[in-house]
C-alpha cells in the first residue's frame, strides 16, 4: 500500500476536464512540495509537474496542479488521446527519510 | 541534452548479487543528486535509494537497507547500484533518475530508460 494515495483510475472524453488527487500526511505533502510523474505506455516516466504546480518547457497548459494541506491534485483540461497514461504523485517524507509516491492513476479517453 | 543509459541488468539468483550501471551526459554529474527508482511487473513505481551531489549523503528505502548500495564515479559520470541478497519481491525494472539539484528533496527532473532486474532460482 503507498504512502500517499490516488484513485487507481480515472477517465473522460476528449475535450473533458479530468482531476486526479494525491493524500498524503503531514510529513509529506503538508510540509514538501508535490511533483506529478506521467508515463506513457511501455515508457519510463517523464516531469509533468513540479513544485506542486511548475510545467517543465514543453509541457502544455492543459496540465495544472494544486495543493491544500496534506493533499494535492492534477488537472487535465481539454483531453486528448495522447494523454493516455498512468499518472504518479511524488513527495519528500521527512518522517521516512526518503521519496514516497502515490500508487498511480490510469487515465483512459474514452 | 541530459542522456541516462541504465545498464547491468538480468537474471540473478537469490543470495546472489549484481552491479546496476547509469551513464549520465550532458549535464555536470558531479553536482546534482542522484536515484534509483524501481517498478514491479504490473505495479507502480517505488523510490529505491537516493544520493546527493551536495555531500555524498545516501539514503535508502527500508525494504532495500543493508542489502543495496548506492555509489557514483564522478570521473566516469557514472551511477551505480549495487544489488545483494536479493529476493522475489525485488524483480522489477530499475530507473536512474537526475534531480534538479543536489539535494535529496530535489524533485526528479530526467529518467534513464530502465533495467529489468529477475530474481529467481
Known amino acids: 500500500q503507498s504512502i500517499l494515495t490516488q484513485p487507481p483510475s480515472a477517465s473522460g472524453a476528449p475535450g473533458q476536464r479530468v482531476t486526479i488527487s494525491c493524500s498524503g500526511s503531514s510529513s509529506n505533502i503538508g510540509t514538501n512540495t508535490v511533483h506529478w510523474y506521467q508515463q506513457l505506455p511501455e515508457t519510463a516516466p517523464e516531469l509533468l509537474l513540479y513544485?506542486?504546480?511548475q510545467r517543465p518547457s514543453g509541457v502544455p497548459d492543459r496540465f495544472s496542479g494544486s495543493k491544500s494541506g496534506t493533499s494535492a491534485s492534477l488537472a487535465i483540461s481539454g483531453l486528448q488521446s495522447e494523454d493516455e497514461a498512468d499518472y504518479y504523485c511524488?513527495?519528500?517524507?521527512?518522517?521516512?527519510?526518503?521519496?514516497?509516491f502515490g500508487g498511480g492513476t490510469k487515465l483512459t479517453v474514452l | 541534452e541530459v542522456r541516462l543509459v541504465d545498464s547491468g541488468g538480468g537474471l540473478i539468483q537469490p543470495g546472489g548479487s549484481l552491479r546496476l550501471s547509469c551513464a549520465a551526459s550532458?549535464?555536470?554529474?558531479?553536482?546534482?543528486?542522484m536515484t534509483w527508482v524501481r517498478q514491479a511487473p504490473g505495479k507502480g513505481l517505488e523510490w529505491v535509494s537516493s544520493?546527493?551531489?551536495?555531500?555524498?549523503?545516501?539514503y535508502y528505502a527500508d525494504s532495500v537497507r543493508g542489502r543495496f548500495t548506492i555509489s557514483r564515479d564522478d570521473s566516469k559520470n557514472t551511477l551505480y547500484l549495487q544489488i545483494n541478497s536479493p529476493r522475489a519481491e525485488d524483480t522489477a525494472v530499475y530507473y536512474c533518475v537526475k534531480q534538479s539539484a543536489g539535494s535529496r528533496w530535489n524533485y526528479f527532473d530526467h529518467w534513464g530508460q530502465g533495467t529489468l532486474v529477475t530474481v529467481s532460482s
Open positions: 544520493l546527493t551531489g551536495i555531500d555524498d549523503s545516501t
Open positions: 513544485s506542486n504546480n
Open positions: 550532458g549535464f555536470t554529474f558531479r553536482s546534482y543528486a
Open positions: 511524488a513527495a519528500w517524507d521527512d518522517s521516512l527519510n526518503g521519496w514516497v
